[in-house]
């Protein structure tokens, strides 16, 4: 089985079949997964999107809407429903999926749609408005399934079976007390085998992993990881069970954190939209672009200042780009590797120290190697032996700048609390364009000239 | 609870118990979780490594070593144990870690340590070993619950509970006939639920996700996130069970995959270990600089042919350098939302000719603007307005490029099946510094002097 990939004959029956009557149309899209129409729908207007959703049944509608990626506007497709439709669909989302949705559309019509919804929903779904959009809470599922800890084997199976009827998948029981404080968890498993006039108390394995309400969902993510765990509870400060985070929403924030942190490490802000239009793009990019403007005249005023040395030793201002681009490139890889560590594990101070040695030590022999190249290069074409000393003092230096900058600046940050990705190559490399053109037109009008 | 971060507290604890007997250390790192111990190895010698290991129970020792990042070696472990205690280890690994964990080792030393296994194990590793680490054959483990379809309900549960006794977690059970073909998949709920009489076979859901042995890991983890799935069967062509993926292998897989990104982007080989030392970054990133210095001498030919124009007009020089390293810029951000959002989801024809036309706009949005500061700047502080007019120009055009070139060109590499992530920015900025300095050097020629 492959993965379900966008094939022009699938688009093209569709785009036939939005020609035809609603129950071909409803016919021919209840063939595929909801997931597979949630990308489907990435090709399809606005409008014919609408179409669809308004005539397959809501139980499917509402599992497309909560496949489709967050770029994709899901929030838009429940605007223009009929409100006894959109409650019917929105009523068939997990509460989890519902909150995200509708925290996307104004407060006026998050009101609206609440109010269509019967008291229970719409009372769970308020409660996760309430917390933060990238923490535990704003990523739980309120629906969970819970014992209490006295249950005894037979009753607390047939509850298990109860509670999980309106789920879709469950992958962790929890055991709580009278009060809703969480006590452990248990596994299906251990229930089944277990002698038959057992209790749950007996069971519980309460050496678990749990995380508070206002964990930051990138803390969570590294705990489903390394515990490698399908599900995981989400308690208030006196342990009330309040939800439980799985799997496969990590994954996504994992996705999310990837891609934050490659687009910083470019210079483009982390909220860009990757499908996103023209508008947006600017909107992201042209910021970082104006600010590196302003450390691209700082490199150019030192272009400026060596007006006389390149004036009278032409050749300078090929070489001088040479030396700069060749450290602009050094301390990207020093960066790339470095914010990827740090992303992946923090690293301690000796670490950290070792880093930056290690960095060090690359920038000294990449550079001497590539600078021994273009000397030999000044040496045979220009014919110019001091011109060539000058040239592979300036490549080394600079590479090895290129290596202690790259790997410190990132880690630096790390430690005062702000995200290492945000040294950006951007910004690293007018620092290696500033020394090496320093570097170069120093040495060559004290050397040379 | 917080995720495991490595405290200098602990790590000095576990160095001061290094120091004292055996009895004292066994007793304080058993206190850990084994992926709290791997992270704590991280930061040991390999010589204290190993005497950890030594001394741990088996099953500690195996998951600690499991748990263990490939970049820190597991393999070393296990090369000095004694041969009794190493087959201790190695059967206490679930066969897919000691497959990954072994296959890293020379062949004389695998065969060595598959002749002191039972020959259950070595069997089940051998047939391991042969597919490719990168596959579902590489990735999976042959430890699965199956059960054939003409069980009733009460013995399916009593073999499920004996099959699962030596598996940690399961997720999904596989149904097979007579023949180990895999006929579909069945949940535990769903045995726990139905009437005492049931045969397996009517609870079989036979629309289900497998994938072949040779399926690329990538499309593994892509299927897993797709259809937000736990477990993943593997077959082979004639659908024989093989083994089962599970998401946890996945999101390493995802972890891996997101890492290569990010150090191809940026220029650095895929392969290169993010804390490997500084002879492995050398051997890594030194022929991608010895790439871009051929890339680097053709820009700076370019510089070379205008010679005179700069020696003209002094402070072309330093424009040169802002024009070219906006250029760059621009390119390294279309370039990081493009490969990224190839990475996530393949582009139809029509949204790969759609993203380019994105990338041109905002080219020239952006380059117009920066080109226009930059304008302002040669009008009123160079006073010429000419140099003015062709800067505004030069930036333009080369915002414009970039842009294309960003976008087109891993969008084209994607079509004739070369990782998009290969044009990394490294290239993709030669290539704007060469028409940086085209337009700027050649217009100024003909237009200003």
Redesign the interface.
Known sequence: ??????D?SD?LKIKRALEEDDAALKELISEY?P?EIA?LF??LSQESRERIISILPAELASEVISEMDSEFHPEKLLENLHPERRSEIVEELDYDDATDIISQLPEEQQREILQELDEEDASNIRSLLKYEEDTAGGLMNTQVIKINEYLIKKDA?EE??HQ?EEME???TINVINDQNILLGIVS??DI??ARNNVRIKELIKSDF???KADTDQE?VA???????L?SIPVVDDEMHLLGRI???D???V??EE??E???K????SED?E??G??KE??KS??P???L??GT??L???I??YF?ST??SL??L??????I???G???A??A???T???IS???L?D??AYRTVL??F??GL??GA??GF??FL?ALFYDQNPMLGIVIFIAMTGNLIIAGIAGSAIPLVLKRVGIDPAIAS??II??FT?VFG?LLLLGLASKLIL
């Not at 089985?1 to 966008?6: D, I, N, V």
């Not at 590294?222 to 490698?228: A, C, E, F, T, V």
């Not at 490490?265 to 483009?268: A, D, L, T």
């Open positions: 089985m492959q993965s379900f990939e966008l022009k688009l997964h997931s990308i990435e090709s199976i298990i079976i999980s998948e469950f992958y299906l498993k089944i085998k992993v749990y995380v803390e590294k705990l489903i990881s390394q515990y490698n399908t799985t799997f496969d990590v994954i996504d994992m996705e990837n891609t942190d490659i687009l490490i470019s210079g483009v860009e990757l499908a239009n023209w793009a600017v990019r042209l970082w672009l104006v590196n403007l691209a005249f490199a150019a005023s272009i400026r007006d390149i004036a032409g050749v201002a090929g070489y001088m780009v040479i700069a681009g060749m602009g490139n050094a990207t890889q960066l790339a590797v914010v990827r560590r992946l594990n923090d301690s000796n670490q290690k960095e030590t690359v022999i990449n190697t590539i190249i273009v290069f190559s951007i490399t007018t364009d053109f």
